[in-house]
């Protein structure tokens, strides 16, 4: 199948444009053309090898939406015309005990990732979503509902389903008041979700400009962390934390608004270790705890809570030439909120 796309050649530079060849269908093989593909921070650190060595040629991408058009003989899930979600995973090793309860993110023996990777017992570099085509076993893509516009579907794959995971798992309902640090990709869909699911939002952020649009995504309540003294009115106020954000911070300030049994959930991933003290803690049996996307089935899941409640990703539109530009533009905080690659362009 021959591919368009963008590719990174070699680490930090821009990039390219690039063709390829994805593999011919399998029996359980859906193929299909991408629509929408979104730009992922993730995608910048590995593309510029912040995270470590990487594999090149890359093609990122791992928030892909398109329209079915081939299906092998086994497929039972998919027909030609569907609109189909692949995220941050194609594979994993299926018979783990992760794996059997339909957590494939946490697979012992690790998930195969969409691209920065080889695909699953082959030298074939796994190359993602910057481009118009895609080859998928069926088990591991979802179904998109009808009603949504695909363009702000794109980033639920990733951004959407790394803030519905944890919100679910910690079982966020009303009467809980939860607060969402970092309004970004990531921080506004914990915003939408929390508040569609009947909870009290709190967006906690170093931008005050970013308060308008918090309360139209839902939220209650915008704290400017630049005060000094932000977390002397929320004492033992909030049950969840959801911290989206990549920065180093000091936690201390955050973990004094959490009630007793409260929990912060680390999303975003800092340059280094953060410091605790263990007294904060342990003065209302507090928890730091982490979570990871989601697997296959809690994507589903989720892609059919947005499709009830309407809700989508905010996202602004671009053409693959301007990818270089967005990277910059996503590590300046410059777009509101997610930046999505019209795949019709490569």
């Known amino acids: 199948m021959k591919t368009r796309g963008y590719a990174v050649l070699q680490a930090k ?3 390219v444009p690039f063709e390829f060849e994805r593999r011919e ?3 359980k093989d859906v193929g299909f053309d991408i629509e929408f593909a979104g730009i992922c921070h993730s995608d910048i650190h590995q593309a510029r090898e912040e995270w470590g060595p990487a594999l090149f040629p890359m093609v990122p991408g791992h928030e892909i939406v398109g329209t079915v058009t081939e299906i092998g003989a086994a497929v039972k899930d998919f027909q030609i015309g569907d609109r189909i979600g692949v995220g941050v995973f194609i594979d994993s ?3 783990c005990e992760n794996c059997k309860k339909g957590l494939q993110q946490y697979c012992l023996e690790g998930m195969t990732g969409t691209y920065n990777g080889y695909e699953r017992n082959s030298q074939n570099i796994a190359f ?3 481009s118009n085509k895609f080859v998928i076993n069926e088990d591991y893509a979802v179904k998109v509902p009808a009603n949504l516009d695909p363009a702000g579907v794109a980033p639920l794959l990733c951004a959407g389903i790394t803030l519905y ?3 679910k798992h910690w079982k966020v309902g009303p009467g809980s008041k939860v607060a969402v640090m970092g309004l970004g990709g990531l921080g506004h869909m914990g915003v939408k979700f929390a508040a569609a699911l009947g909870a009290e939002v709190t967006v906690l952020s170093h931008s005050p400009n970013k308060a308008s649009d918090a309360k139209l995504m839902g939220a209650s309540n915008f704290v400017v962390t630049k005060e ?3 977390s002397k009115s929320y004492k033992k106020y909030f049950d969840l934390i959801l911290n989206t954000v990549s920065a180093d911070l000091d936690l201390e300030p955050y973990l004094n608004t959490l009630r007793t049994d409260g929990t912060l959930v680390v999303i975003g991933l800092p340059g280094k270790p953060y410091s605790v003290n263990a007294g904060t803690l342990l003065n209302g049996r507090r928890s730091i705890s982490g979570s990871m996307i989601g697997g296959i089935p809690e994507l ?3 892609l059919d809570f947005c499709g009830s409640n309407n809700i989508l990703s905010d996202v602004e539109i671009i053409s693959a030439d301007y990818i270089n530009q967005a990277y910059d533009r996503t590590v300046a905080s410059d777009v509101k909120y997610r930046f999505v690659i019209d795949a019709k362009t490569f």
């Open 25 to 27: 269908l399998s029996a």
């Open 13 to 15: 530079e821009p990039l």
């Open 128 to 130: 993602g979503g910057y």
């Open 228 to 230: 000094s003294d932000w």
């Open 300 to 302: 589903q899941e989720m």
């Open 93 to 95: 090793c299926r018979n």
């Open 165 to 167: 995971s944890p919100i």
